[in-house]
């Protein structure tokens, strides 16, 4: 049974379900590997060992009464923005390294309830605010295939233990790439649903226009069968989309012929490191090979993304962060003099320096006087790159480009620079901004460290998004490729 962390998720349903291994083995399995390999990447905050051994041994029951579904018995790790009852919540943050929720989220309700195994809590930028997981108050995750590297940010935990081989699939979360990008880093499969079609209820908002959770695993296949227990309407979130979930595991055996692709002019322009449009072009060719049609598309207006996202995703992360004040919950100040000292002192304490840069432009950007000139603003523009998505998909089926301009930086290289830190989500927060599915895949790696490739589709489309990275995966090894020494 040394090899039970090389099966995908189906492999080891299979197992399972024919007495081969027991829930309880294969989560002390992946255990063992957490305790032997995560000194040194710090991809998990939290490690729930006797809560996932009790789960475990609740799903060998259902499974020898025969009421196992495709997932019982198997375990993943939670992104530590997602609630969970009874085990500490950070979100990376001293502001909630005490909080330990009393309720789960319901992506974590809907998982459980499938009979998955929670090994533990996910390491995270600070609020997802982030695109190296270097802003976690419990300091970086480091990426498998370097550990001077980063995973991405804001799921790098998330990504790193997927692709670490410590946990067979993971949950992420997705605001302006935080799915896609960790998952390009570190060499996985990550879907960034629509808006709308997994529930945030559970979820820390950050910025609740744009926040969305997503299946990190290290296949579509994989990701297309947690979707299938993540996905659906819950009353309890408001922006829940009230529509019935698609069938994503049928959709993964259509053909791609008479697929019309479209190549994003914009992805390929200045910026883009060279090897890394190779790289994307091979997969094209791939592409083309399974019967699909490429066509050139133009997001014109996509230059505007990355700052109509930082008037937007500040604006949302001031308000949403407000209620972090030391009354009710997380990180208090000792001796506060008075109330305005009990505020002050218990957020300067709480929070980190990327989350008070944000908070600072977010308050300053909703301020009198300047709402108009830049939250406004940044909404109208916001309506124009949804409009240039709509033009596209009237001459394509789905769009394709890089999740990332380059490969994973080293640690501490763009720490004193965040805009070139916010640029490295150029590709990705178009996306978020017009509320569509993305999911990031393996391409051919460039100089020896993984390349992600964007998969852009219509509106609660992801099942031809599954469909189309599940056809490659299948023509193709990238997603096979582990980190040497795991």
């Known amino acids: 049974m040394s090899d039970l962390h090389q099966k995908s998720l189906r492999e080891l349903a299979a197992g399972l379900a024919a007495?081969?291994?027991?829930?309880?083995?294969?989560?002390?399995?992946?255990?063992?590997?957490?305790?032997?390999?995560?000194?040194?990447?710090?991809?998990l905050v939290t490690v729930c060992d006797k809560e996932a051994l009790l789960q475990a041994g609740a799903a060998d029951e259902r499974i020898q009464k025969g009421e196992a579904g495709p997932l019982t018995g198997i375990p993943l790790v939670h992104k530590d923005i997602f609630c969970t009852k009874g085990v500490k919540t950070s979100c990376g943050s001293f502001m909630l390294d005490n909080f330990v929720s009393p309720y789960d989220a319901t992506v974590v309700e809907k998982l459980a309830g499938a009979g998955m195994v929670m090994l533990g809590k996910a390491n995270m930028d600070e609020f997802a605010m982030g695109s190296s997981n270097e802003t976690s108050y419990y300091g970086p995750a480091r990426n498998p295939w370097d550990t001077e590297r980063v995973p991405g940010g804001s799921s790098g935990g998330s990504a790193a233990a997927v692709a670490a081989r410590l946990a067979p699939a993971a949950t992420g979360t997705d605001t302006g790439g935080s799915i896609r990008q960790p998952a390009a880093f570190c060499g996985i499969t990550g879907l960034k649903p629509t808006y709308g079609r997994v529930s945030r209820w559970g979820m820390i908002a950050f910025a609740s226009s744009l926040d969305q959770a997503g299946p990190m695993a290290r296949s579509a296949e994989d990701c297309a069968l947690l979707l299938s227990a993540m996905a659906g309407f819950d009353e309890k979130d408001s922006t829940s989309a009230e529509r019935p979930v698609d069938d994503y595991l049928a959709a993964l055996e259509q053909p791609l012929d008479g697929l019309k692709v479209g190549v994003v002019k914009e992805f390929f322009e200045e910026g883009l490191d060279s090897e890394?449009?190779?790289?994307?072009?091979?997969?094209?060719?791939?592409?083309?090979?399974?019967?699909?049609?490429?066509?050139?598309?133009?997001?014109?207006?996509?230059?505007?993304?990355?700052?109509?996202?930082?008037?937007?995703?500040?604006?949302?992360?001031?308000?949403?962060?407000?209620?972090?004040?030391?009354?009710?919950?997380?990180?208090?100040?000792?001796?506060?003099?008075?109330?305005?000292?009990?505020?002050?002192?218990?957020?300067?304490?709480?929070?980190?320096?990327?989350?008070?840069?944000?908070?600072?432009?977010?308050?300053?950007?909703?301020?009198?006087?300047?709402?108009?000139?830049?939250?406004?603003?940044?909404?109208?523009?916001?309506?124009?790159?949804?409009?240039?998505?709509?033009?596209?998909?009237?001459?394509?089926?789905?769009?394709?480009?890089?999740?990332?301009?380059?490969?994973?930086?080293?640690?501490?290289?763009?720490?004193?620079?965040?805009?070139?830190?916010?640029?490295?989500?150029?590709?990705?927060?178009?996306?978020?901004?017009?509320?569509?599915?993305?999911?990031?895949?393996?391409?051919?790696?460039?100089?020896?460290?993984?390349?992600?490739?964007?998969?852009?589709?219509?509106?609660?489309?992801?099942?031809?998004?599954?469909?189309?990275?599940?056809?490659?995966?299948?023509?193709?090894?990238?997603?096979?490729?582990?980190?040497?020494?795991?």
């Not at 081969?20 to 710090?42: A, G, K, M, P, Y």
């Not at 830190?421 to 509320?435: C, E, H, P």
């Open 19 to 43: 007495g081969e291994f027991s829930s309880v083995e294969l989560t002390e399995h992946f255990l063992q590997r957490i305790r032997t390999f995560d000194h040194d990447l710090n991809s």
């Open 276 to 486: 890394m449009a190779a790289s994307m072009e091979q997969a094209m060719a791939e592409l083309k090979k399974l019967g699909a049609e490429r066509v050139e598309v133009s997001l014109p207006h996509s230059k505007y993304s990355v700052a109509a996202y930082y008037v937007v995703a500040p604006a949302e992360c001031s308000s949403n962060l407000a209620r972090f004040d030391g009354v009710r919950f997380g990180h208090r100040c000792k001796d506060p003099k008075d109330l305005e000292d009990l505020y002050k002192r218990s957020r300067s304490e709480g929070f980190g320096a990327e989350v008070k840069r944000r908070i600072m432009i977010g308050t300053y950007a909703l301020s009198a006087g300047y709402y108009d000139a830049y939250y406004l603003k940044a909404q109208q523009v916001r309506q124009v790159i949804a409009d240039d998505f709509r033009k596209a998909f009237e001459q394509a089926d789905l769009l394709l480009g890089p999740a990332s301009p380059e490969t994973a930086f080293r640690l501490g290289e763009k720490s004193s620079d965040p805009v070139s830190m916010y640029l490295s989500d150029i590709y990705t927060i178009a996306v978020n901004l017009a509320g569509l599915p993305a999911l990031s895949m393996p391409a051919p790696r460039v100089g020896g460290l993984p390349a992600g490739l964007q998969l852009i589709g219509n509106y609660f489309d992801e099942a031809r998004l599954l469909n189309v990275a599940h056809q490659l995966q299948r023509a193709t090894d990238w997603h096979l490729q582990a980190p040497e020494g795991y």
